[in-house]
Nanobody, 115 residues
């Protein structure tokens, strides 16, 4: 099993920045990819960004050019740098780690962007 702990959410004004962190522990050597989903009230969960074990990245169209996903393998931590935030980025952000036959999730961190 992989344990994931997120941090870095909060309240920010539109145009501002936040950096989310996701610290992984446990069976981390079996992780194939990690990423972030978000879910706003009344909306479906949306994949925001993903990074593979070899460092390939992919982003939702809505965040391309504004968000950057990265990972520090030495610290077993993944990051989501969010710049030029918009009110529509307001959501609970969840990190995940995918392995063969299983995906583990963090508890979620709230990001609120005021206009």
């Amino acid at each position: 099993q992989v344990q994931l702990v997120e941090s870095g959410g909060g309240l920010v004004q539109a145009g501002g920045s936040l950096r989310l962190s996701c610290a992984a522990s446990g069976n981390i050597f079996s992780i194939n990819a990690m990423g972030w989903y978000r879910q706003a009230p009344g909306k479906q969960r949306e994949l925001v960004a993903v990074i593979t074990s070899v460092g390939s990245t992919n982003y939702a169209d809505s965040v391309k050019g504004r968000f950057t996903i990265s990972r520090d393998n030495a610290k077993n931590t993944m990051f989501l740098q969010m710049n030029s935030l918009k009110p529509e980025d307001t959501a609970v952000y969840y990190c995940y780690a995918s392995r063969v036959l299983r995906t583990d999730w963090g508890q979620g961190t709230q990001v609120t962007v005021s206009s």
